[in-house]
Nanobody
Framework: VQLQASGGGLVQAGGSLRLSCAAS????????VGWFRQAPGKEREFVAA????????SYADSVKGRFTISRDDAKNTVYLQMNNLKPEDTAVYYC?????????????????????WGQGTQVTVSS
Protein backbone atom coordinates (compact mmCIF):
# COMPACT_ATOMS: atom_id res chain seq x y z
CA VAL A 1 0.00 0.00 0.00
CA GLN A 2 1.38 3.36 -1.02
CA LEU A 3 -0.01 6.56 0.40
CA GLN A 4 0.27 9.99 -1.17
CA ALA A 5 -0.47 12.97 1.05
CA SER A 6 -1.11 16.41 -0.38
CA GLY A 7 -2.83 19.70 0.32
CA GLY A 8 -0.54 21.37 2.81
CA GLY A 9 0.43 25.00 2.62
CA LEU A 10 0.65 28.34 4.34
CA VAL A 11 -2.52 29.84 5.80
CA GLN A 12 -3.39 32.56 8.25
CA ALA A 13 -4.89 31.78 11.61
CA GLY A 14 -8.60 31.16 11.27
CA GLY A 15 -8.21 29.87 7.75
CA SER A 16 -8.85 26.43 6.28
CA LEU A 17 -7.00 23.72 4.40
CA ARG A 18 -8.00 20.31 3.11
CA LEU A 19 -5.46 17.52 3.13
CA SER A 20 -5.81 14.46 0.91
CA CYS A 21 -4.38 10.99 1.34
CA ALA A 22 -4.65 8.78 -1.74
CA ALA A 23 -4.08 5.05 -1.25
CA SER A 24 -2.72 3.02 -4.15
CA UNK A 25 -4.89 0.05 -3.24
CA UNK A 26 -7.19 -1.38 -0.66
CA UNK A 27 -7.40 -4.98 0.45
CA UNK A 28 -9.70 -6.95 2.72
CA UNK A 29 -7.30 -6.09 5.54
CA UNK A 30 -7.40 -2.35 4.95
CA UNK A 31 -8.95 -1.14 8.18
CA UNK A 32 -8.34 2.53 8.81
CA VAL A 33 -6.47 5.60 7.67
CA GLY A 34 -5.14 8.03 10.21
CA TRP A 35 -3.57 11.46 10.18
CA PHE A 36 -0.69 12.28 12.46
CA ARG A 37 1.37 15.43 12.78
CA GLN A 38 4.80 16.35 14.02
CA ALA A 39 5.86 19.85 14.97
CA PRO A 40 9.53 20.83 15.25
CA GLY A 41 11.03 19.50 18.46
CA LYS A 42 7.92 17.54 19.35
CA GLU A 43 6.84 13.94 19.08
CA ARG A 44 4.49 12.80 16.40
CA GLU A 45 0.89 12.93 17.60
CA PHE A 46 -2.43 11.50 16.51
CA VAL A 47 -4.85 13.87 14.82
CA ALA A 48 -7.75 11.86 13.39
CA ALA A 49 -8.63 8.51 11.85
CA UNK A 50 -11.45 6.89 9.91
CA UNK A 51 -12.29 3.28 9.15
CA UNK A 52 -12.89 2.10 5.62
CA UNK A 53 -15.62 -0.25 6.82
CA UNK A 54 -18.38 1.74 8.45
CA UNK A 55 -16.71 5.13 8.42
CA UNK A 56 -16.18 5.34 12.18
CA UNK A 57 -14.03 8.29 13.20
CA SER A 58 -11.76 9.33 16.02
CA TYR A 59 -10.27 12.73 16.78
CA ALA A 60 -7.67 14.17 19.10
CA ASP A 61 -9.21 16.52 21.64
CA SER A 62 -7.14 19.39 20.29
CA VAL A 63 -8.86 19.27 16.89
CA LYS A 64 -12.42 18.22 17.76
CA GLY A 65 -14.93 20.63 16.32
CA ARG A 66 -12.38 22.11 13.91
CA PHE A 67 -11.17 19.17 11.81
CA THR A 68 -13.28 16.67 9.91
CA ILE A 69 -12.02 13.42 8.43
CA SER A 70 -13.89 11.77 5.56
CA ARG A 71 -13.35 9.18 2.87
CA ASP A 72 -14.14 8.63 -0.78
CA ASP A 73 -14.35 4.91 -1.38
CA ALA A 74 -14.35 5.22 -5.15
CA LYS A 75 -11.10 7.17 -5.09
CA ASN A 76 -9.45 5.29 -2.20
CA THR A 77 -8.85 8.72 -0.72
CA VAL A 78 -9.18 10.10 2.78
CA TYR A 79 -9.56 13.81 3.42
CA LEU A 80 -8.82 15.97 6.43
CA GLN A 81 -10.75 19.22 6.36
CA MET A 82 -9.10 21.65 8.74
CA ASN A 83 -11.03 24.76 9.72
CA ASN A 84 -10.29 27.57 12.16
CA LEU A 85 -6.61 26.75 12.01
CA LYS A 86 -4.37 27.93 14.80
CA PRO A 87 -0.61 28.56 14.87
CA GLU A 88 -0.25 25.51 17.10
CA ASP A 89 -1.56 23.37 14.24
CA THR A 90 1.68 24.07 12.37
CA ALA A 91 3.38 20.74 11.68
CA VAL A 92 4.22 18.18 9.08
CA TYR A 93 1.10 16.08 8.58
CA TYR A 94 1.37 12.39 7.74
CA CYS A 95 -1.27 9.90 6.71
CA UNK A 96 -0.95 6.24 7.55
CA UNK A 97 -2.83 3.01 6.96
CA UNK A 98 -3.73 0.48 9.61
CA UNK A 99 -4.37 -3.11 8.55
CA UNK A 100 -6.71 -5.51 10.30
CA UNK A 101 -8.79 -8.33 8.83
CA UNK A 102 -11.55 -7.65 11.35
CA UNK A 103 -13.11 -4.59 12.92
CA UNK A 104 -11.43 -3.43 16.12
CA UNK A 105 -13.27 -2.22 19.23
CA UNK A 106 -11.27 0.99 19.22
CA UNK A 107 -9.74 2.85 16.29
CA UNK A 108 -5.96 2.87 16.70
CA UNK A 109 -4.55 6.19 17.80
CA UNK A 110 -0.89 5.25 18.28
CA UNK A 111 1.52 5.34 15.38
CA UNK A 112 2.83 1.87 16.17
CA UNK A 113 -0.55 0.49 15.09
CA UNK A 114 -0.19 1.83 11.57
CA UNK A 115 1.57 -0.24 8.96
CA UNK A 116 2.11 2.07 6.01
CA TRP A 117 3.01 5.73 5.94
CA GLY A 118 2.89 8.41 3.31
CA GLN A 119 5.31 11.26 2.94
CA GLY A 120 4.47 14.31 4.99
CA THR A 121 2.87 17.52 3.88
CA GLN A 122 3.75 20.78 5.60
CA VAL A 123 1.02 22.88 7.17
CA THR A 124 2.05 26.31 8.40
CA VAL A 125 -0.39 28.60 10.18
CA SER A 126 0.68 32.18 10.65
CA SER A 127 -0.65 34.35 13.46
Amino acid sequence: VQLQASGGGLVQAGGSLRLSCAASTRTSSSYAVGWFRQAPGKEREFVAAITWRGGSTSYADSVKGRFTISRDDAKNTVYLQMNNLKPEDTAVYYCAASLSPWDLPVIPVTDSRYNYWGQGTQVTVSS
